[in-house]
T-cell receptor, first 113, second 113 residues
Framework: GENVEQHPSTLSVQEGDSAVIKCTYS??????FPWYKQELGKGPQLIID?????GEKKDQRIAVTLNKTAKHFSLHITETQPEDSAVYFC????????????FGTGTRLTIIP | DGGITQSPKYLFRKEGQNVTLSCEQN?????MYWYRQDPGQGLRLIYY???????QKGDIAEGYSVSREKKESFPLTVTSAQKNPTAFYLC????????????FGSGTRLTVV
């Protein structure tokens, strides 16, 4: 089955700087890659996703890049703000039938004011 | 507004008791999932259901049971056979076919007293 590794497990950045979280996946048939943000005591929320026919996708301060050859994808947050502090999860799945998502182990991002 | 509702938000259970966690969605999603999250840890899949009256075990199903009698509802019972039930439980749902990711509920925090 699919295996998703996520690094780093914790990340602290100065407010205004950029943050990058990286994930690698094992199943070359995976073609859907979402990112979730989980604030303390709440459920994860989808913040951005990318499909394998695209190499990069942006939404305001967040972007995701995908390298299918190397089987890795990354979340980039620019101009970080205190409200970006949360746990971020990456995930991967095949995009047919009812394939389940396989989640990474999460990254705790702390923005230092 | 469409969404997924988990109740209660906090639940206390005495040792040896069964408890049932509620999960209801009005998103018309076919698939529903239960995850367990321990402090500082990732998401572990307990059970999932891709269609009414059918469900499959996830990675940590022992000590748990589910039912899927209605499309909108996927309750989870934590039985007395679950030796370490204290955790944060998350329910999620997704449409079938093309993967648009999961919508998560806000979670139920279960504590054994």
């Amino acid at each position: 089955g699919e295996n998703v590794e996520q690094h780093p497990s914790t990340l602290s950045v100065q407010e205004g700087d950029s943050a990058v979280i990286k994930c690698t996946y094992s199943d070359s048939a995976s073609n859907y890659f979402p990112w979730y943000k989980q604030e303390l005591g709440k459920g994860p929320q989808l913040i951005i996703d990318i499909r394998s026919n695209v190499g990069e996708k942006k939404d305001q301060r967040i972007a995701v890049t995908l390298n299918k050859t190397a089987k890795h994808f990354s979340l980039h947050i620019t101009e970080t703000q205190p409200e970006d502090s949360a746990v971020y999860f990456c995930a991967a799945s095949r995009n047919f039938g009812n394939e389940k998502l396989t989640f990474g182990t999460g990254t705790r991002l702390t923005i230092i004011p | 507004d469409g969404g997924i509702t988990q109740s209660p938000k906090y639940l206390f259970r005495k040792e040896g008791q069964n408890v049932t966690l509620s999960c209801e969605q009005n998103l018309n999603h076919d698939a529903m999932y239960w995850y367990r999250q321990d402090p500082g840890q990732g998401l572990r899949l307990i059970y999932y259901s891709q269609i009414v009256n059918d469900f499959q075990k996830g990675d940590i199903a022992e000590g748990y049971s589910v039912s899927r009698e209605k499309k909108e509802s996927f309750p989870l019972t934590v039985t007395s056979a679950q030796k370490n039930p204290t955790a944060f439980y998350l329910c999620a749902s997704s449409p079938s076919g093309v993967n648009y990711g999961y919508t998560f509920g806000s979670g139920t925090r279960l504590t054994v007293v």
